[in-house]
């Protein structure tokens, strides 16, 4: 079985585009703990949600999120 990790660049997005977790959540109706997990790799995101996320911020989901094998 592979080892595989999930990386993002939420916080990095939302600092270009300077908005806080709770924006982010309101703009893609979740709770702030829900972006906050997804963002320190606790949580991964369902296929609906990287996609709401990296239209969000009009980039491709493979922009958002990366996967990297440990």
């Known amino acids: 079985m ?12 939302r600092a270009i585009k300077n908005i806080t977790q709770e924006e982010l959540a309101a703009a893609i ?10 963002e320190n790799g606790k949580f991964v995101p369902s296929t ?7 239209r969000f911020f ?3 989901v493979e922009e958002l999120f ?5």
Do not use: D, H, P, S
């Open 58 to 60: 009009a980039i491709r």
């Open 2 to 13: 592979e080892n595989l990790e999930l990386r993002n660049q939420i916080k990095v997005q």
């Open 29 to 38: 109706g979740v709770t702030r703990k829900t972006i906050n997990t997804i």
């Open 66 to 70: 990366e996967l990297i094998e440990k």
């Open 48 to 54: 609906i949600l990287a996609i709401k996320m990296a």
